[in-house]
């Protein structure tokens, strides 16, 4: 077990009213919560890093509640979600993976009983990057509604020997959404997909 | 309400670590970010009346959002700054009209004193133009460790015929000051500069 060195959190919050066709009566929310965190493997290849896991679980659990909290509190307006993290440069695309199960069970967890699959992305890079956050709907994956991203980044972060790692969560369908496909209100919710 | 806002956007960064020191309480900053429609998008208009109006709405909205990002009562926050990136449709003179005749009254309204100008900076970009928004202490403008900016974006604006307003309000300065200078237990407050 080694201690999670966090530098820096950032909360980003969108309220969504329109995207050029008519005011939604309940904006879209997204919100993203973000942690800089010293990469305890960087600069060198370590075979046993499973571990760390066990480690990020505390602080998943508090990134996840903080995004509830700032999508205004109530666990059940949380309709979509996703996962996501940047390594700097002195680490490896496998240091981000680290990020899938403590990321994951942070939401469920905080979420109660979501049934899909937490939507993710990872890379490499330096301060600055961006990365395109995917959102699916938290109880099946198919709802297309509910197939969004959020683009989030931090201009200092990551340094080469720092993980940027990322939360969002969303309270909706992409505000004007009208593609088709499964609904919401028809989601079976057996399998975490339909 | 004028202003015609596509979206709502906080930003709050927390600094809880800086070259292996603890920052001891964290530093916070946040930013309130308005998408809003460019009334004078694409052709010469001579009176700017009405964004100057806009920017009065905006400095009560965005402010009242940044500090509750934060969860402080208004009178506690020590710095400020605003900035507005025009789309490319648009004229700097726009950023101007939003941020300069109006907005400040609200915002200091808001914050209880405010003797020291609020720093701003302004450009005209397109869709994801980092905006770095100066930051100086709300009552006296020398406190050197209050000398300070916080680069914000939102990836989808603005668009060619709208502008970004964002106001950044925290509760302290950078987060290892060291440079000396006029310090915050030594304000006047007399003449917003010491």
Redesign the interface.
Known sequence: MSKV???????????????GGPIAANPLRRAAALAAIRNPFAGKYVEEIAGFMDDLKPLGLEMAKSLVAALGGQAKTIEGYGKGAIVGSAGELEHGALWHVPGGYAMREILGDAKAIVASTKKVGAPGT?LDVPVTHVNASYVRSHFDAM?V???DAPRADEILLALVMTTGPRVHARVGGLRASEIKGEDGLR | MKAKIRKLVTFVEETQTEMDQAVDPPTRRAAAAAVIENPFAGRYVADLAELMEIGEELGALLTERAVAALGIAGPAAESYGKAAAVGENGELEHAAAVLHPKLGTPVRKALGKGAALIPSSKKRGGLGVPLDIPLGHKDAAFVRSHFDGMEIRVSDAPRANEILVAIAVTDSGRPLPRVGGLTKDQIKGEDGLR
């Open positions: 060195e966090v530098r820096k959190r950032v909360t980003i919050v969108e309220e969504i009213f329109h995207e961006r683009e980044g931090i201009a």
